[in-house]
């Protein structure tokens, strides 16, 4: 691969969080430090062509909650992973309790909600 087709080449980022007592899969361009003390910033989030016949209902999903969104910041607590990789993916919202998750994660709240705190 000569100096100009590396330099071109755009990176993408795969991305694993937890929000809402789920785990979010997202393929990105841009992963970085935010300057929002402890937040990681995402920018440029790949969504696949609208011309595929087969429709993922959770991309789907994802498109809509991101439609419009130039930039989303990800406390850094519930960031899984973050990893380049060689060519974007689907993206995926799965239930972090999924039998086959080997994921475990820390509480995002002191109180976890619909839990009576008196």
Do not use: W
Not at 54 to 83: C, N
């Amino acid at each position: 691969m000569g100096v100009l087709q590396s330099v071109a080449k755009k990176r993408v980022y795969r991305i694993k969080f937890i929000s809402q007592g789920k785990i979010y899969e997202l393929f990105a361009r841009e992963v970085g430090q935010s300057a929002m003390y402890g937040f990681v910033e995402l920018g440029e989030i790949i969504f696949g062509e609208k011309s595929a016949v087969v429709v993922d209902p959770s991309e789907e999903h994802l498109k809509t909650e991101f439609a419009g969104v130039k930039r989303t910041y990800i406390p850094l607590h519930a960031v899984l992973r973050i990893d380049e990789v060689d060519k974007e993916g689907v993206n995926k919202i799965t239930e972090a309790s999924d039998a086959d998750s080997n994921v475990t994660f820390f509480p995002s709240s002191l109180y976890p909600p619909g839990k009576d705190t008196k």
